[in-house]
């Protein structure tokens, strides 16, 4: 899109600015020796043809931006196509001038001394402010967008940790966790009340977790232990957990509720679909700046994922993505009865 | 005698907490026998139709059967009372006759009113079968599976390997990988359950699963015979025809 040509205002501003040029111009003809008259027949031709040639400018511009091509290509684009530009309006101006040439009054036009010279440096001038031009107007739109996309990016990093939160606190676990209470109170008390403690524990860790954007993975891994323990007095024997976690990745950072999430959905969709039970199978390690972490589960093949499944992953997929872009990788997988979850993100040891 | 006659129940749910539950509330009450408790929808199936129970507390999210499939394989002979955390399918649970549905966590009130709208139910005619294999289905979507019961054996057959339906009075006939299977339901109630990019009704009397058509003959002088891979020869009636044209020409 043309910035000048597609924008009414900015074409009339562009005219308007012609004006002064074209007095700057005359001014020089004048000064050359050329009669007022002279003066009005040929910039009254050749100034507007130029103010139209100028449009062209922007074409070599957009191909050269300033942020991404070499100052010498850009002086290279720049030289050859004011070059062009200018002598082609100078071509121009001589044939309006052989044309002038057949009126009797105007015979002379041609005699005066380096005409053609100063039309064709006036062409190289002119055709430079004008790029300048464009490459203010380039550079205004980019920082424009630069802006919009981050506020883009603000909006959807705030929307996703929302959603994390509203997906977090699964309404089911909570109501099947005090039901699961409420059986404790009559056969076993302080069970009951340990896991009452549990429960409140982890609601309050996860609420707080929401608040921020990047935490200690000991920190979520507790949270996971706190969520596991509440599920273990749920399913009982039914739930195993194999855990191996390195020594050096805790004190790696993440963003928080990664993890919780896909514990959750392993226990949603493995453990809850096989009377037997399920395991699930951690394994956090940190090697070479990368933060791997693996998790497996049993499930159950037969049963076809229902539609509210996946939103725990797609939306920890979503929040790696915005935070790492591709510097992260996020795979989720079933392979035979096993699901499979693979995250690598670049290790980072201290909170930014 | 006791004025009130003894009620027999069976408890369903996955998690032994939550039968606790419910075995302890049930205790309160003498008149109550507690004949079963089942950890997944395959025990339910066998303790239901064997014992027959006048009264069925039933979890919905269960492993390999959920509450609603175990319905439709038992019937509703008896007073249903759900119980379960989830809100969500309290519609299906008034669509399938029940007579209550208890959120988790409940404690001995709710427990005793349910009670209540089950002896109500005991002793009132059963609703009828045919509408349960439909609130089965969520609305908007289409079976993956389809349950079937023999004797107290459950068989689930996922709808992908389900070669063709054909009806028998009361009962269809399920052919699946060289087998068939009895179950009773009407050939129309299945037909609007399964998804008609996969399932057509080529006649009457029959279902087919369009992957399985390898190809249509004519036979006889109106009437066209279909070919499935595994060399079944099935009846196309000529309403049956065209839809299978139809069908086969949007591909």
Known sequence: MHPILSHPRQMLLYLVLWIPLTALLGYLFRASGYSVQEVAILL???APLYALMCLLAWYPCRATPLQRAGSVRIAATLTAAAVVIAGTWMFFAMIYVSVLESFESLRGLASHAGMYRMIFGMGLLLYLVWAAYYYVLLTMEASRQLELRATEARVLARDSELRALKAQINPHFIFNSLHSISALTTVDATRAREMCITLADFLRATLGLGQKTIIPLSEELDLVHRYLTVEKIRFGSRLMIEEKVDDVAVDCVIPPLILQPLVENAIQHGVAHLPEGACIRLSITAKDDRLTIAMENNFDPEIKPKKRSGIGLANVRERIAIR????????????GDLFRVNISLPAARSIA | MNGEPKLRVVIVDDEELARQVLRELAGAHPELEIVAECANGFEAVK???ELKPDLVFLDVQMPKLDGFEVLELTGTNMAIVFATAHDGHALKAFEVHAVDYLLKPFGAERFERALQRARKRIGSPPPPLTQLALAVRPPGQYLDRVVVRDGTRVHIIPTSKLEYVEAQDDYIAIASEGRRYLKQQTIS???ESLDPKCFLRVHRSYIVNLEQVTNI?????DSKVAILKNGTRLPVSRAGY?????VLESR
């Open chain 2, 242 to 246: 065209d839809r299978l044209r139809n």
């Open chain 1, 44 to 46: 009254g031709v050749l």
């Open chain 2, 217 to 221: 003959e004519p036979y006889g002088k």
């Open chain 1, 324 to 335: 790492y872009g591709d510097a992260a990788n996020f795979q989720a997988a079933a392979d």
């Open chain 2, 47 to 49: 303790a239901i139709t």
């Open chain 2, 189 to 191: 109630s299945l037909e």
